[in-house]
């Protein structure tokens, strides 16, 4: 989506920013406990103001974020009642860093060493031509061997707007050099989706995937330009 569908968003805020969740993911509680964060450093690309990386503070040595838009960056802080420090476009606060900036022109370097990846909401906020440059952006950031924890919707019929549905086949497709653990996909009938839609299902798939190997994803030109 164009960043000012984002930048409205979280202006507006109330149902405009209903994918942002009020209580930590139980996906992680299940999967991500404390033991397997000791010592890691957790990147979760376009965060938002998201609990879950409160989560993984209080276990991790160091979760790293990003998100351009500052109004959710400063909110994460003040509703958490976290003493934060600002420079430039990085904010701080203890073990946990938000990149208030573009994901796309993010380096290695912005983002130092990662162990784990934690994609709740962002693969599937992309349109297709997006998703693409996102996951060459992703494939760029991420060393062999770390972990990464996707969340996914998929549901019937599907929509033209966010979030979009990700079946696990295209999950597959889209990570071709990780392995891939298909560790949760119940079938939500209560889901406000479901009633504000009118779908005629929704799964919410949970993955666990460690990359294997770098391959440099190719992405169309034509597909880049009509990203934006």
């Not at 139980?26 to 990386?53: A, N, Q, R, W």
């Not at 983002?111 to 996102?134: C, E, F, N, Q």
């Not at 460690?210 to 880049?224: F, G, I, N, Q, T």
Request: proline residues 7%; glycine residues 4%.
């Amino acid at each position: 989506m164009e960043k000012a569908f984002w930048f409205n968003s979280w202006e507006l805020e109330g149902h405009y920013t209903s994918f942002h969740r009020k209580d930590i993911h139980p996906y992680i509680l299940k999967h991500l406990p404390p033991f397997e964060l000791e010592g890691k450093s957790v990147f979760v690309p376009l965060c938002g103001k998201t609990l879950d990386m409160l989560y993984f503070s209080h276990f991790a040595q160091r979760v790293v974020g990003v998100e351009f838009v500052e109004k959710a960056v400063i909110q994460f802080f003040e509703e958490n009642k976290l003493t934060y420090t600002q420079r430039g476009r990085r904010f701080e606060s203890g073990n946990i860093t938000i990149l208030c900036c573009d994901f796309f022109t993010l380096t290695p370097e912005d983002i130092g060493s990662i162990d784990i990846v934690y994609d709740r909401a962002s693969l599937v906020a992309l349109p297709y031509p997006m998703r693409m440059r996102y996951l060459q952006t992703l494939e760029r950031l991420t060393p062999v061997g770390a972990l990464t924890f996707l969340n996914t919707l998929e549901y019937a019929p599907t929509m033209p707007t966010p979030p979009f549905s990700i079946t696990p086949d295209e999950v597959s497709n889209y990570f071709p050099n990780y392995v891939i653990d298909h560790i949760e996909s119940p079938s939500l009938p209560n889901h406000g989706m479901v009633r504000k839609f009118n779908l005629e299902f929704l799964i919410e798939h949970g993955f666990i995937m460690r990359k294997l190997y770098d391959s440099p994803m190719h992405v169309d030109a034509e597909e880049l330009v009509q990203a934006f």
